[in-house]
């Protein structure tokens, strides 16, 4: 077929296209908790640019990423996830970017929120074939794991060392996660209700059932991660009634009624950072 023919054809911007499996993966990797300091992090990292991304300069990249980490509080381990990350994605020759959307004050954490943040600021700026969200305390164990667009919904964070890397049930959606632009924009993002920790990725999980797609996942030898010890946050009391009722608000409740003001916005040298005011939707 065409597409076929095209395979190693060479782009428009006069380098090939990237081999459909990157060349020089490693396999199972030793993770890092102890970064350097910011400074030498930034010099060690010469092949990242302005705002967190990066693209092979040998070859066309067949997938443009957007990793979005939804944060507050947490600078050491958004340093350590960044150190362990970004020469990941590198090796695995996409063309990415990284969005770290911070929330702002004290009130209850609200992680869907800012990741739907993440993805309209993203597509503001380029746009993206997939967009990938990642837990600020995840850390991949093997670059096989490829941070790339699914065809299916895929659930990244199969086997976490905390859950002796078992996968603790069939549904989950949480940790890292990767969805293209089109599927993200078809169940309409996540729903807005779920403040506090819980249920935002079950909710999502049936949103993605709901439009007939399914959770697709890597081998769990691959899809592993290392979780980084934090204190564990109250979970909403009101999360399993929010679940069960979910599916009367998937047309109304997600992108499509988002409220939120962006605050500070900046491209670092290791991530672009967005802080935001987020309004509870009415
Ligand atoms: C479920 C939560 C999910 C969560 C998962 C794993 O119980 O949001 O545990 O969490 N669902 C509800 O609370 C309804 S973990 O142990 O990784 O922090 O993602």
Known sequence: ???????????SSGVPRCPATPPNLVGPLAVSKTPPNLQAMEKAFARVKQGGRGAPDECQSRYRVAIVIPFRD??????TLLYNLHPILLRQQIDYQIFVVEQDGTWQFNRAMLMNIGYVEALKERTFDCFIF????LL?????NIYNCPQQP?????????FSYKLPYSDLFGGVSAMTTQHFRLVNGFSNVFWGWGGEDDDMANRIKSKGLH??????NVARYKMLIHKKEKANPKRYEFLKSGKKRFQTDG?????????????????TWYLVRLTPPN
């Open 215 to 220: 959770i697709s996942r890597y081998p769990a």
């Open 154 to 162: 895929r659930h990244m964070s199969v086997a976490v060392d905390k």
């Open 140 to 144: 991949p164990e093997n670059d096989k």
């Open 74 to 79: 947490r600078f050491k381990h958004l340093m």
């Open 1 to 11: 077929s065409n597409s076929n023919a095209n395979n190693n054809a060479t782009s």
């Open 134 to 137: 990642h837990d600020v305390d």
């Open 255 to 271: 992108l499509n009624n988002l409220q939120y003001e962006v605050l500070d916005h900046k491209h670092l040298k290791l991530y």
